[in-house]
């Protein structure tokens, strides 16, 4: 064996991202709430810095800068001049660089051994959001929960309560996922007899009946089932998902659940394929080496595309011949193949939902039909896994790598993986009865010491759920909330009782004096009956919302000073930093009881601390330079309002004030302005412009919109504006606007179209 000696000399450039422009840019497009915790944050570890308490002292803080300025490189991301006010960072520039005395390799720790950094840059890293400051409100089953340990109720009726408080929603209601057995009518609508109510009352009662037994039920199953492998999986998944089927002898309806796959199946086989052992794939298949790679790929690709394939092409895939197929889809035959096969896998419902564009109804209608077809073609392909013909190698090559796939999944994977292993094993009958079986015998057990849950039993624990706070909580329907509250106030038995009870809706008319006649009072007694009920709450869980609190506290003011526009930068609650003399003058003295390492570290932290400084001034700077150059553009708007926004873009206001279009999307991240017409993000004043028709200046889209609506707002709901009459009335005062045009901001603002409107009315 030879081995040479050689030197090779090697000549590169790069571009270096210098530590404080990294810091520049990540208080750039930092809120102003981050940036006041992040200046805090940094106040604590690094001593060298410290709050500016009195403004006299500026003097001193600039001498601060002048002073170590030749230690400092200027690193600056825009050419922006320096405010009177502020220190000038450029002093580096007229006087040359001396040594520097910072280890460098502690700044550089991507690449110890270089003078650059190497890494890639992300703004984001290490950057805590505001939001995750907050601490998580106790939601309202946390909150009855707790209520219910503290009521020492007997562990029968604790379990019992457990489950109710499961089935109660955020606003405060009892409701079941499952009503078939309910009658159908809006549980929050007052106009309903109370006796239907109480009908109602006594069907979700049974219903839930019928619900906690199977759920004591399968909690004893699924500690005393011992299977194990497939027979594992089969009884995990059926215990959770099928279990009343199962129970009742259903199993050919089971099988048939468990026999179709779902697009998200197909997303998860696309992207297993890539892992596959393509050489333990070709000792299965006998499909050449060459071919089984581009094989899977193709077959990722249409596993990933069938979704959209469907919705495009949903009546040629179920109602054309093979050859029109061939010629509309622009598939390969055994492309073609292969996608049949796929659709023949999966249910009619979810193709018709996918197929008409999640129109349910659409949907529901063309069901038996797209069902008979889907029928059609697993017939047809009933035995295609057992051909060898070449046109059918992209089956084969699906078929194999699906039960390498469902090799992987365990009966501790998730259920989701579990069902999708049952689906590639084809589970058969027999094997859904055998599992029935066992659930029956150990179901005997169980009941032969435990009593079922009886009605009685769930109303008496609901009752007492109804005692909690807040109080009418656990109501079946919204008269029963507000009867909850009457309770409370202890005026059963009064005429508000009677009232809510038999003439809520009446009284949400206004019919004092219908009331007062069939109840036999006065109307001075109905109006103050409604002055209470008025006052009770329709929504007893709407205290206990899980949304997050989100702040916005403007970066920026904009005053009118003498028929001008002022914009002042919002520094409250922001700390003003300057350089501890202190450590100063530990390096500037020549004491020698002041170690070496002890220098060292302060000339690190002060280096720090200087670099800081500077990245914070310099936001100010940017932030307030884009504020004006945002109210040069939009002094219309700050005059008179939404109808007056100017279209402007990005590179507007970054020729404006000379930087880059970077640097204003990042300033304009996250950012607000308050202004006359109020609190907007800076982003909003960055949209698209319609040509005027009359020759003059473009439009705002914002405003298009806003004229859009008000017309909407101000039509008869009789005769509603259509998208044609709006361009019509839109052109005639000087908006040049397509009507596809008027129709996307319709949808953008959530309005329905003049049909819609008008059948809604």
Not at 28 to 33: A, F, G, K
Not at 174 to 183: G, I, K, R, T
């Amino acid at each position: 064996m030879n081995v040479d000696t050689r030197i090779n000399l090697n000549l590169s450039q790069r571009l270096v991202m210098t530590p404080m422009l990294q810091q520049a840019i990540k208080l750039l497009q930092m809120s102003r709430l981050e940036l006041v915790d992040l200046v805090k944050q940094e106040m604590l570890e690094n001593p060298v810095l410290e709050e500016l308490e009195d403004n006299a002292e500026n003097e001193q803080q600039e001498d601060d800068f002048s002073s170590y300025d030749a230690h400092m490189p200027d690193e600056r991301y825009d050419d922006a001049p320096p405010l009177s006010d502020q220190p000038d960072i450029e002093g580096a520039e007229r006087q040359p660089q001396q040594e520097s005395s910072v280890n460098w390799e502690e700044y550089f720790n991507d690449n110890p051994g270089g003078l650059g950094y190497t890494g890639e840059f992300e703004p984001d890293d290490n950057n805590q959001s505001f939001d995750n400051l907050f601490s998580r409100p106790q939601s309202l089953s946390e909150h009855l929960a707790w209520q219910l340990q503290m009521s020492q109720l007997p562990e029968r009726a604790m379990k019992i309560g457990q489950f109710l408080i499961g089935q109660i929603g955020d606003d405060g209601y009892l409701f079941l996922e499952d009503q078939s057995d309910a009658p159908t009518f809006n549980i929050y609508s007052s106009n309903i007899p109370f006796k239907q109510l109480e009908e109602y009352h006594a069907t979700v009662n049974s219903a839930l009946c019928q619900k906690i037994n199977s759920e004591f039920e399968r909690d004893y199953l699924a500690a005393r089932l011992d299977f194990s492998g497939s027979q594992a999986m089969l009884a995990n998944v059926a215990l959770q998902e099928y279990y009343n089927d199962l129970i009742e002898g259903h199993y050919r309806e089971t099988i048939e659940k468990l026999r179709h796959f779902t697009l998200e199946d197909y997303e998860l086989i696309a992207k297993s394929f890539s892992e596959l052992s393509l050489h333990q794939v070709e000792s299965l298949t006998g499909i050449p080496m060459k071919e089984i790679e581009p094989g899977l790929k193709r077959l990722a690709h249409i596993c990933r595309t069938l979704p959209q394939l469907i919705e495009r092409h949903c009546s040629v895939l179920v109602k054309d011949t093979y050859l029109t197929k061939l010629e509309k889809l622009e598939l390969s035959q055994e492309e073609l193949y292969l996608v049949e096969y796929l659709l023949s896998n999966l249910s009619a419902a979810e193709v018709a939902y996918i197929g008409y564009k999640e129109q349910t109804d659409k949907a529901t209608k063309h069901e038996a039909e797209i069902h008979e077809a889907l029928e059609k073609l697993r017939q047809s392909y009933a035995h295609i896994e057992q051909l060898t013909s070449h046109k059918y190698y992209l089956i084969q090559l699906y078929t194999i790598g699906l039960s390498l796939i469902g090799e992987r999944f365990t009966p501790t994977s998730p259920i989701r993986f579990q069902k999708f292993f049952l689906k590639v094993m084809n589970i058969t009958e027999d094997e859904i009865a055998g599992v029935a079986n066992v659930f029956r015998q150990i179901r005997s057990e169980f009941y032969a010491h435990e009593e079922p849950i009886v009605e009685s039993e769930v109303e008496a624990v609901l009752k007492h759920i109804q005692t909690f706070m807040p109080t009418g909580v656990g109501a079946r329907d919204f008269k029963e909330c507000l009867l909850i509250q009457a309770k409370s106030l202890d005026l059963l038995g009064t005429e508000v009782e009677q009232i809510i009870a038999h003439y809520l809706h009446e009284l949400e008319r206004h019919r004092y004096e219908f009331i007062a006649h069939h109840l036999n009072i006065s109307k001075e007694e109905v109006e103050s009956a409604q002055q209470i009920i008025a006052n009770m709450s329709p929504r007893p869980g709407g205290d206990f919302v899980a949304e997050r609190p989100e702040y916005i506290v403007p970066d920026i003011y904009v005053y009118k000073v003498d028929g001008d526009y002022e914009v002042v930068l919002n520094e409250d609650d922001l700390p003003n930093l300057r350089i501890n003399p202190t450590y100063k003058k530990i390096l500037t003295s020549n004491e020698r009881d002041v170690s070496g390492s002890t220098r060292q570290y302060v000339d690190q932290k002060l280096r720090s601390a200087m670099w800081f400084i500077r990245s914070v001034e310099q936001r100010k700077r940017t932030v307030y330079k884009v504020g004006k150059s945002i109210v040069k553009f939009q002094k219309n708007f700050l005059e008179y309002g939404v109808s007056h926004l100017k279209p402007l873009v990005l590179r507007d206001v970054a020729d404006d004030i000379s930087m880059h279009e970077s640097t204003i999307s990042r300033v304009t991240t996250n950012k607000y302005i308050h202004t006359p017409q109020g609190v907007f993000e800076l982003k909003y004043f960055f949209h698209s412009g319609l040509e005027s028709s009359s020759g003059g200046d473009d439009v705002s889209s914002r405003a298009v919109k806003k004229k859009i609506k008000q017309m909407i707002d101000e039509e008869n709901p009789e005769h509603p504006l259509s998208d044609k009459d709006i361009e019509k009335r839109l052109t005639e005062e000087g908006v040049a606007i397509a009507r596809r045009t008027i129709a996307k901001y319709r949808e953008d603002m959530n309005i329905l179209s003049s049909i819609d409107r008008k059948r809604k009315k």
